[in-house]
Each structure stands twice: as C-alpha cells, then as structure tokens.
C-alpha cells in the first residue's frame, strides 16, 4: 500500500481548506496545487469531478531528507490528493512517506519517512469525518 485515506464531512472547498489547515498545524505548507480537473477541461475537453493534487512540504523535513541523499527530491514532495467521488463525498488520500522513502537506503531516511507519516496520519485524523 503506498497511501492512505480520510474521508472528511463536507464539501470539496471545504475540504481543501480543511486539509490546509490541518497540514500548517503539522508544520507542513503547499508548495504545489494542482487542479487536474481543470486541465483535463482545458487541455482535453474532458469534464471530471474535483481532483486536486497538494503536494505538501515540511521544510525542516525536507531539509534532512535532501541532506541524506541529494537524490531524494525526486520524491518530493508529500502528495495529498483531494477527489470528489460520485456520490459526491469527499476522499483525501495521502501519500505514504515510508512506502516511498523505503527506495532509498540511506541511513536516517527510514526514521524521518515514519516521522512525516505519523504527521501525515495526524492530519487525517484532524480531517476524517
């Protein structure tokens, strides 16, 4: 399993802000905000339902991350994606850091990938409904 999943009360905006909140409370920002409904509209003339892709950052984080192994930021940041099911619920699925920083062997790099899941998993917790 490389994720894991919270499903919040709530709409999709709502949500957004939840999951924004939520994560500065962990220490992480959004570095990136993807509306890949959007482009698939604009680029494909393919209508979808909300899907957003935060790519969070805890700076402090990646800091040791990249001091570990230079290499590491191929796997950053943090993925966080935000999606409108059909019922129109809401699902945020999280990236989990220890199933992708598993690939890199490097000492410390296990230790810090557990820390941001337990973070990350913090976050859910804030969020689930």
Sequence with gaps: MYGFHAHPKGGFEQTIAAVTEALKSEGFGVLSDIDVAATFKAKLDIDRRPYRIL?????????????????????????????????????????????????????GVNDLANDVRNRLQRVRDQIDG
Excluded: H, K, W, Y
Excluded at 55 to 83: E, H
Excluded at 86 to 98: L, N, R
């Design 55 to 107: 790519g969070a950052c805890n700076p402090g984080l990646a800091n040791q991350a990249i001091g570990a192994d230079a290499d590491i930021g191929l796997l950053l940041p943090c993925n966080v994606v935000v999606r409108e099911e059909d019922d129109g619920s809401v699902t945020v699925a999280f990236m989990d850091p220890v199933a992708v920083l598993d690939l890199v062997q490097q000492p």
